[in-house]
């Protein structure tokens, strides 16, 4: 399974940015589909998950300004990011994982977002 990330860019705090994630089989069979990211020197971190049966988390930096969804018609995985701060400056990765067991877990190429003025 491929999942091919893409969307990042360079951009001015309080902008915004969408990223995609875009799969290489349907969606509907894997469990949940995430968004973690990785800043120099920092812990690879959750940003956003979505399951297939569309319920969502999000880390809480990015509650309120971050969106994840799905369209499975065309097995892609959004993170549309608003307000954005030089703090969300990270390599960003999607993932797709099995819930509750180690059966499946994909990991796509990261994308680089930069926030800064």
């Known amino acids: 399974v491929q999942l091919q990330a893409s969307g990042g860019g360079l951009v001015q705090p309080g902008e915004s940015l969408r990223l995609s994630c875009a799969v290489s089989?349907?969606?509907?069979?894997?469990?949940?589909m995430g968004w973690y990211r990785q800043a120099p020197g920092k812990q690879r971190e959750l940003v956003a998950a979505?399951?297939?049966?569309?319920?969502?988390t999000y880390g809480n930096s990015v509650k309120g300004r971050f969106t994840i969804s799905r369209d499975n018609a065309k097995n892609t995985v959004y993170l549309q990011m608003n307000s954005l701060k030089p703090e969300d400056t990270a390599v960003y990765y999607c993932?797709?994982?099995?819930?509750?067991?180690?059966?499946?877990?994909?990991w796509g190429q990261g994308t680089q977002v930069t926030v800064s003025s």
């Open positions: 993932r797709g994982y099995a819930l509750g067991s180690d059966e499946y877990d994909y």
């Open positions: 089989r349907s969606i509907l069979s894997i469990h949940a």
């Open positions: 979505i399951t297939s049966g569309g319920m969502t």
